[in-house]
């Protein structure tokens, strides 16, 4: 069922901005792209979400490629608290409201 | 607003016995999601309401598993008969749209233990 496909860890350092990849080259043209991300001990938290354009929003900004075949999680200056896992996911709006969660990024920021 | 609550946060249970999980959603939200992570696995999507009734129960693994959501309010998870496989966190997710692209807000999970 995966749709995405994340690395399976990245670093940053504290107050670095993040650059978050995620492949989805078989993505339809009902589906959203939505980020996500779980802090341990807690749900998935929303973080962002687009269609075709860039978005901006005050915890991140999503970079959406031509083809809609990639996407890219920016984080501008990461925090300690930003530690998580970040998962990219595809909401089919065509044919149903599922989630497909994959692997997801897990995200350590070093202080 | 209160966020979406699961209870309990943690069940342990013997193989063959039942256990029922609750989710509150957030107030006015129709749709109201189950998802789970059994261990070492990605979370999957279990089933889907629109107020009380079922949209999509594709993702729910077998028999043994029964959800409701009695009057569109809170929903219950039952396993019965609970087996090792089933051991995982289960949660809840609520939205206030179904289509488009509303946000969803999650539980913070019930861990369920199955020995």
């Known amino acids: 069922d995966a749709k995405t496909t994340q690395p399976n860890s990245m670093e940053s350092n504290e107050e670095e901005p993040v650059h978050l990849p995620c492949n989805h080259s078989t993505i339809s043209g009902t589906d959203y792209i939505h980020w996500y991300r779980q802090l341990p001990s807690q749900g998935p938290e929303y973080v962002i979400h687009g269609l075709t354009s860039n978005v901006n929003n005050r915890m991140a900004s999503l970079a959406i490629a031509e083809d809609r075949k990639s996407s890219t999680l920016i984080l501008h200056r990461a925090t300690l608290r930003d530690a998580a896992v970040y998962y990219c996911?595809?909401?089919?709006?065509?044919?149903?409201?599922?989630?497909?969660f994959g692997t997801g990024t897990s995200l350590t920021v070093i202080p | 607003e209160a966020g979406v609550t699961q209870f309990p946060s943690h069940s342990v249970i013997e193989k063959g016995q039942t256990v029922t999980l609750r989710c509150d959603p957030i107030s006015g939200h129709d749709n109201l999601y189950w998802y789970r992570r059994v261990m070492g696995k990605e979370i999957k999507f279990l089933l889907h309401?629109?107020?009380?009734?079922?949209?999509?129960e594709s993702g729910m693994p077998n028999n043994r598993f029964l959800a409701e959501r009695t009057g569109g309010t809170y929903s219950t998870l039952k396993v019965q008969p609970a087996e090792l496989e089933d051991s995982g966190v289960y949660f809840c997710?609520?939205?206030?749209?179904?289509?488009?692209?509303?946000?969803?807000?999650f539980g913070e999970g019930s861990r369920l233990t199955v020995l």
């Open positions: 996911i595809l909401r089919d709006v065509g044919t149903g409201n599922q989630f497909y």
């Open positions: 309401f629109v107020k009380e009734s079922k949209q999509d």
């Open positions: 997710a609520s939205s206030r749209q179904q289509g488009g692209t509303g946000e969803l807000f």
